[in-house]
């Protein structure tokens, strides 16, 4: 495994006249959490089964586990694992017959197969339901199983396309948790979501595509401190402390209801310091303060002109 897991330039994919990924370069550190996020359509699902050798690029260097996607797709497959939207259990077997399923196509596994089991079913807590069809377990154990599945020959780059859509939030946080622990292990993770929290929580670098291409790429610190917005958020006891308090931040915002003043900040501790100072400087205390940030739905919706819920 290279320091790179995933390296892509110039990415370009079209279904007849549709251009789809319109020339991507994405760089994907081993060991992360690399998220791409973008509306219904943006390309996210054509990005991963690209990358996945499920379907041919038109354009583009490709490298994944430090192999060329065009020359050496076996070894591609070998490195990767790949969870896609749906759960790609057989729910006709139980949920160790679905394990064992997958040992016995997966080469590798040899002898351990019984071995690998038991410890997949202990690591994500499905001991107990192993022997109960997979028709029977909930959307977050099908998910979990699904997931348990990919792991069998220990790939080291796991590409997670929308793993958590449908799961109610306790099975989400559950998803989450395994997805850390992957990381810890030193797994890549490549996932593609339609709920910014879960990128916000889970991703060390987020990628937004919108109509084919990268319209902004950083962590999501990064992504927020882009938009303008940020401000000091200042609450005080009495209209009187209110309006001191404006006619020293003559471009402050204020609020007469909630005897508030909203004075624009980076967000930083120097420009917190420097406004606390300006309150000292006149005689003025604030009752309290807060410093408010956009969060990753307003940069959704400055990026790509939707809002969260249409990317659902």
Known sequence: MTSTAIAVTGLRKAFKDKVVLD????????????????????????????????????????????HDLATEARAVRAAIGVTGQFAAVDELLTGQENLQLMVDLHRSAGGDGRRTVAGLLERFDLTESANKPASTYSGGMRRKLDLAMTLVGGPRIIFLDEPTTG?????????????????????????????LEEADQLADQ??????????????????????????????????GELDAAARVFPGATRDDDTLSLRVPSDGGTASLRAVLDRLDEHALSAEGFSVHTPDLDDVFLALTGHTTEAAK
């Open 23 to 66: 020339g991507i370069d994405l760089d994907v550190p081993a060991g992360t959490v690399f998220s791409l996020l973008g509306p219904n359509g943006a390309g996210k699902t054509t990005t991963v089964n690209v990358l996945t050798t499920l379907m041919r690029a038109d354009a583009g260097t490709i490298r994944v586990a430090g």
């Open 206 to 239: 987020i990628a937004v595509l919108d109509q084919g291409r990268i319209v902004a790429q950083g962590t999501a610190d990064e992504l927020k401190r882009q938009l303008p917005g940020t401000h000091v958020r200042l609450r005080f006891t009495t209209a």
């Open 167 to 195: 799961l109610d939030p306790r099975s989400r946080r559950t998803m989450w948790s395994i997805v850390r622990d992957l990381v810890a292990d030193g797994v890549t993770i490549f996932l593609t979501t339609q709920y």
